[in-house]
């Protein structure tokens, strides 16, 4: 990867689970770089209202492409997101409330510096979707993968030492990857350091919403045989009129 | 776990073990006799499409029975075609591929002037199934007749199950006139085993609205015939007297 365009454009956001879009590509939290690529060409809209081109959000930072699914998720009116926790004392459940807008953090996508063996400073880049959908699917060593992301000249392949170097340093530029949180137990009491995979929690909300958009569109489909896409590109206020409607009749 | 770990370790491989569906969004591309004519390109269904309820009730086929239970053994299908491919196959490819297996049931002249014709079966890419059949006018024959067998969306594996099992069941000197592999409560639901000299030249196999005839052989399948040979048919598969029943699929539980 050589130099990388900065995207200039004033990017709007919608809310999921509003528009035909957002029932043809499935949302999966185990399929999570296409699904966040899926989310981010439905519900963003540059200034003349297009979506994204294809690939235009594959090339962002995995930093920045979960910074906008914290915003689409936020536009569809959720101010915080509730996350199950397990106490690590006496394993009761329960749930802890994470405030959406702090997770909107400034992004940076600079390359990253840092240090190896003799104090050798090396730089590298943030990691992108791309990147993302292909260390899944290829199963990358990390090694490798921490090489990947390299941009200074020279040529050769990191360590486990330089990896775990870089993997601190692009932490620490990206924390909400792995958002580590201060609990306290309600039953128990006991305190503890956990930490929240932001990303997959998101993508559980958003399927379940496409789930519960699909269950809409089938009942209604049903009682009144309207096309999927009509129905889909309803307001949701309407939608909810007419499911009300076919509930009250069919009680 | 490590930024780098949780980048890598998200979304599984096992996921796609659980949803095979999520590598069916491309081209499927069937050749058949090598004929530049006869090349198609089918469009695998949308996940939407594939997930879209069925207009019939009908059991559901890819959930995993116990066994001995009477379900349809697709999964005997699908693994005969992953044989040769290594990846998830669609019910395109096995359409094709029950296609070419009712086609080496037929018999084969030496006079044939396209004999032992070559079928590729292409799927996705980068993968190639070549088989070996005797193609003959009476094979063209039967392979329209099979490609008469469209039903959409999930019934066309049952289909493809069915027609499966009638041309096992014609090698195998039984034969199924009449069955309903779907509708276990059917009251007409029928089977009847033809054997010995009672062999039929060729069978009426009907599911639901759906009708179609498999040939029998009247000599055993060409030697040529070896690339993708027919599996000798265990007894357990055999159509018990009381109706259309299906063995357990092992393949089920390997691919679930």
């Given at each position: 990867?050589?130099?990388?365009?900065?995207?200039?454009?004033?990017?709007?956001?919608?809310?999921?689970?509003?528009?035909?879009?957002?029932?043809?590509?499935?949302?999966?939290?185990?399929?999570?770089?296409?699904?966040?690529?899926?989310?981010?060409?439905?519900?963003?809209?540059?200034?003349?209202?297009?979506?994204?081109?294809?690939?235009?959000?594959?090339?962002?930072?995995?930093?920045?492409?979960?910074?906008?699914?914290?915003?689409?998720?936020?536009?569809?009116?959720?101010?915080?997101?509730?996350?199950?926790?397990?106490?690590?004392?006496?394993?009761?459940?329960?749930?802890?409330?994470?405030?959406?807008?702090?997770?909107?953090?400034?992004?940076?996508?600079?390359?990253?510096?840092?240090?190896?063996?003799?104090?050798?400073?090396?730089?590298?880049?943030?990691?992108?979707?791309?990147?993302?959908?292909?260390?899944?699917?290829?199963?990358?060593?990390?090694?490798?993968?921490?090489?990947?992301?390299?941009?200074?000249?020279?040529?050769?392949?990191?360590?486990?030492?330089?990896?775990?170097?870089?993997?601190?340093?692009?932490?620490?530029?990206?924390?909400?990857?792995?958002?580590?949180?201060?609990?306290?137990?309600?039953?128990?009491?006991?305190?503890?350091?956990?930490?929240?995979?932001?990303?997959?929690?998101?993508?559980?909300?958003?399927?379940?919403?496409?789930?519960?958009?699909?269950?809409?569109?089938?009942?209604?489909?049903?009682?009144?045989?309207?096309?999927?896409?009509?129905?889909?590109?309803?307001?949701?206020?309407?939608?909810?009129?007419?499911?009300?409607?076919?509930?009250?009749?069919?009680? | 776990?490590?930024?780098?770990?949780?980048?890598?370790?998200?979304?599984?491989?096992?996921?796609?073990?659980?949803?095979p569906s999520?590598?069916l969004?491309?081209?499927v591309?069937v050749?058949?006799?090598?004929?530049?004519?006869?090349?198609?390109?089918h469009?695998a269904p949308?996940s939407?499409d594939r997930e879209s309820p069925p207009a019939v009730?009908a059991p559901d086929v890819a959930r995993p029975r116990?066994?001995?239970?009477?379900t349809p053994d697709i999964g005997g299908v699908i693994d005969e075609v992953t044989?040769?491919?290594?990846?998830p196959v669609t019910g395109e490819a096995i359409e094709e591929m029950t296609r070419?297996r009712a086609?080496?049931?037929?018999?084969?002249?030496?006079?044939?002037?396209?004999?032992?014709?070559?079928?590729?079966?292409?799927v996705?890419?980068?993968?190639?199934?070549?088989?070996?059949?005797?193609?003959?006018?009476?094979?063209?024959?039967?392979?329209?007749?099979a490609s008469?067998v469209q039903a959409a969306g999930w019934f066309r594996e049952r289909d493809t199950v069915a027609s499966t099992r009638a041309s096992?069941?014609?090698?195998?000197?039984?034969?199924?006139?009449?069955s309903s592999i779907d509708r276990?409560?059917?009251?007409?639901?029928?089977?009847?085993?033809?054997?010995?000299?009672?062999?039929?030249?060729?069978?009426?196999v009907?599911i639901g609205?759906i009708?179609f005839?498999?040939?029998?052989?009247?000599?055993?399948?060409?030697?040529?015939?070896?690339?993708?040979?027919?599996?000798?048919?265990?007894?357990?598969?055999?159509?018990?007297?009381?109706?259309f029943?299906f063995?357990?699929s092992?393949h089920y539980?390997?691919r679930s």
């Amino acid at each position: 990867m050589g130099s990388r365009e900065i995207d200039h454009t004033a990017w709007s956001v919608r809310a999921f689970g509003s528009a035909a879009a957002d029932v043809e590509r499935r949302i999966h939290p185990r399929a999570p770089a296409a699904s966040i690529d899926a989310l981010l060409e439905s519900c963003l809209a540059d200034e003349e209202g297009h979506a994204p081109l294809p690939g235009v959000v594959s090339s962002w930072s995995v930093a920045r492409r979960l910074d906008w699914l914290v915003a689409i998720r936020m536009a569809g009116g959720a101010a915080t997101e509730h996350v199950v926790m397990t106490c690590a004392v006496c394993r009761a459940q329960f749930e802890l409330e994470i405030d959406l807008a702090r997770c909107r953090l400034a992004q940076d996508d600079g390359p990253v510096e840092f240090s190896v063996a003799h104090g050798v400073s090396r730089r590298a880049r943030l990691p992108t979707g791309t990147d993302h959908s292909r260390w899944q699917s290829e199963r990358t060593p990390l090694v490798l993968a921490a090489t990947g992301l390299l941009v200074d000249s020279r040529p050769d392949v990191l360590d486990d030492e330089a990896t775990q170097a870089l993997d601190a340093a692009l932490a620490q530029r990206d924390p909400l990857r792995e958002l580590s949180v201060e609990t306290a137990c309600p039953e128990c009491g006991a305190s503890a350091r956990q930490l929240v995979n932001l990303e997959e929690q998101l993508l559980g909300a958003f399927a379940s919403t496409q789930r519960r958009l699909l269950g809409e569109i089938e009942t209604l489909a049903r009682v009144f045989h309207w096309r999927e896409a009509d129905i889909a590109d309803m307001p949701a206020w309407r939608r909810a009129f007419y499911l009300d409607r076919v509930s009250r009749e069919g009680a | 776990m490590g930024y780098l770990q949780t980048l890598v370790a998200s979304g599984p491989a096992a996921a796609r073990n659980i949803e095979p569906s999520a590598t069916l969004e491309q081209d499927v591309t069937v050749v058949v006799d090598s004929s530049p004519a006869s090349k198609r390109t089918h469009e695998a269904p949308s996940s939407l499409d594939r997930e879209s309820p069925p207009a019939v009730t009908a059991p559901d086929v890819a959930r995993p029975r116990a066994e001995g239970a009477s379900t349809p053994d697709i999964g005997g299908v699908i693994d005969e075609v992953t044989r040769w491919v290594s990846q998830p196959v669609t019910g395109e490819a096995i359409e094709e591929m029950t296609r070419a297996r009712a086609a080496r049931t037929e018999p084969v002249r030496p006079d044939s002037p396209t004999l032992d014709s070559r079928e590729e079966l292409h799927v996705g890419r980068t993968e190639r199934i070549e088989t070996t059949a005797a193609s003959h006018p009476e094979t063209n024959a039967a392979r329209s007749r099979a490609s008469s067998v469209q039903a959409a969306g999930w019934f066309r594996e049952r289909d493809t199950v069915a027609s499966t099992r009638a041309s096992d069941a014609v090698q195998d000197g039984t034969a199924i006139e009449s069955s309903s592999i779907d509708r276990p409560s059917t009251p007409e639901r029928e089977t009847k085993r033809v054997t010995g000299s009672e062999r039929p030249r060729s069978v009426d196999v009907r599911i639901g609205s759906i009708s179609f005839t498999v040939k029998a052989p009247s000599a055993p399948p060409p030697a040529s015939a070896k690339a993708a040979p027919s599996q000798p048919v265990p007894a357990s598969r055999a159509p018990p007297p009381d109706g259309f029943r299906f063995s357990t699929s092992r393949h089920y539980l390997r691919r679930s």
